[in-house]
């Protein structure tokens, strides 16, 4: 009896001691593990702005040029942008680190976009970046692209993150809100 | 003894207890969580399929022009598109969304690109997106790429998608079966 | 007494039992699963080095051309390549795999860039490929990307990246140092 118990504890042990162990369990809830809502400030080169531009085409097709966006929605065109990133909606906050990578537009019919880029931060707050793909059809209100890793304080982090157009002006400038839902950290 | 086996008890408890909460652990497992096949449908512009055409070259090296494919087996060229997915092989069914991003041909000697894309459903059975990117070496049967993240339906996906080349007709027309296994579905 | 040491008995073995199933769970470790060290070689098209080069400028801003990467820091120059990996630092090592992508340089002020390409392997000891994107500040000695995705030897996996640049000569070869730890494997 006294055996059968102690059998029984040992195991108990060994069942209880496993998940006490150094290495965790991920667990998968739909909860975010990390939220953050930032905004990004895109200026395109047009020829005129040298000075402030902080994206520029640099594909475009056939029918389009390098200093103004194409018609037929854009499509076809590629930009490269390197924008601030700042805590509220103010293009002169101190940024907090930039958004680099690119854009395309890839819609004859409407205005559609897709993303590829970087958060690149360097602030007391944050070290680190994150790494962002999707699609942006940006005539809705929000749109939702992939969280698809990160370094440093994101590092290996996964999520969404809604994409909303904060304010534009003609075709020159755009502000961006990110709401970002991280499911994976690590 | 009798407090010796509530003790026993109570460990039990708590142990089954922390399997049984809301939240459930991911398993890894080789069987993918969904299966999908689609197919996509490609019409680059040549300058004479304006109506037609659901991609265009947008850039090219400094031998390539954007209305043809580039010599070099198509070297450096970089193509945006937009393309119907169907649930068949029949470039007439009705799309169940659109296929965006790019492509790029990344090698002189043979034919061989790589991919980064989002499917955008819009149908009743799909709601959300998929994102794509890796390599696509066209001249082998099949390929395969991943799956990197997801939206909507397919919230957090994580997968691999075999591509296959279902029909082409000369340099204009491609159609690309996609057969996705999702090992990760949330 | 008896039923209930067999009670408790049974419950033990719902317990333990889940933990022995076929399907293992996720550990989350910051520990890698697997390392790996390569080296990859860029050699940039400039117009005169058509049977060496390894890439081309496919996209420049409106400053730049095709045949010279741009002023500004190369701001906007979209380079596609398909770069011999080896895994010593010798341009004529017996190459194991390609890498197959693009980079563009995003900032008008420093060099920086972003790199979105996969090492596609060919090897006796890799088969498979291994998918990237990221920012990739190059004037710093170390920077970060993410991994993020796989297939075949590689299937599913995600990681860091740690590139640095081992050398380069001139704006027409720079060859770049890969330290891949990978935290997920299947």
Same mark, same amino acid.
């Given at each position: 009896m006294r055996r059968l118990i102690s059998a029984l504890f040992l195991l108990l042990l060994i069942t209880v001691g496993s998940s006490a162990s150094p290495t965790h369990w991920q667990k998968r809830v739909r909860e975010p593990c990390k939220k953050l809502v930032l905004y990004f400030h895109d200026i395109i080169y047009n020829g005129h702005n040298a000075k402030n $531009?902080?994206? $520029?085409?640099?594909g475009a097709p056939s029918?389009?040029?390098?200093t103004i966006l194409a018609g037929?929605?854009?499509?076809g065109d590629v930009v490269v942008f390197d924008d601030p990133i700042t805590?509220?909606?103010?293009?002169?906050? =101190? =940024?907090?680190?930039r958004a680099q990578g690119f854009y395309i537009y890839d819609k004859k019919e409407i205005f559609t976009s897709w993303f590829a880029f970087s958060f690149v931060f360097n602030s007391t707050q944050h070290k680190g970046s994150i790494n962002f793909a999707g699609a942006d059809p940006?005539?809705?209100k929000t749109r939702d692209i992939s969280v698809i890793g990160g370094t440093?304080?994101?590092?290996m982090t996964r999520g969404v993150a809604t994409l909303s157009t904060d304010a534009f002006e003609g075709e020159v400038y755009f502000r961006l809100r990110v709401d970002m839902n991280l499911y994976e950290c690590w």
């Open positions: $531009a902080t994206s $520029a085409i640099v029918w389009g040029n390098k037929q929605n854009h499509f805590l509220d909606n103010n293009l002169h906050s =101190p =940024p907090v680190g940006l005539m809705n440093g304080d994101f590092f």
